[in-house]
């Protein structure tokens, strides 16, 4: 099983911006669709983004969409996630996850569906 540790969270203004990473460990990131969810107080953990195996496809849920850009380096075993004009609702404890499923036709989107899991960043979002 693969290592996720994530960085790059903190406390913004809204309309800023940060930029997060998931640095892997243990096996190489190339077998895993990889995804951020996030999960405020109080709420249960949500689905942000996702990204294909080889980056070539991406999903947002739609309160992202247009804001936040996933991708990936798989040459640096390494995934990221820009977000740009930073709301207060995003504020959450983002979560990296990966999933060593073979391709089904779709990214998986589920909390259930990713066996790999990275301890948590926070990000502050203030008004």
């Known amino acids: 099983q693969v290592q996720l540790v994530e960085s790059g969270g903190g406390l913004v203004q809204a309309g800023g911006s940060l930029r997060l990473s998931c640095a892997a460990s243990?096996?190489?990131?190339?077998?895993?669709?990889m995804a951020w969810f996030r999960q405020a107080p109080g709420k249960e953990r949500e689905f942000a983004a996702a990204?294909?195996?080889?980056?070539?496809?991406?999903y947002y849920q739609d309160s992202v969409k247009g804001r936040f850009t996933i991708s990936r380096d798989n040459g640096k075993n390494a995934m990221y996630l820009q977000m740009n004009s930073l709301k207060p609702e995003d504020t959450a404890v983002y979560y990296c996850?990966?999933?060593?499923?073979?391709?089904?036709?779709?990214?998986?989107?589920?909390?259930?569906?990713?066996?790999?899991w990275g301890q948590g960043t926070q990000v502050t979002v203030s008004s």
């Open positions: 996850a990966g999933d060593f499923s073979p391709w089904v036709g779709r990214l998986p989107l589920r909390v259930d569906e990713y066996d790999s």
């Open positions: 243990g096996r190489t990131l190339n077998s895993y669709n």
């Open positions: 990204i294909t195996k080889s980056g070539s496809r991406t």
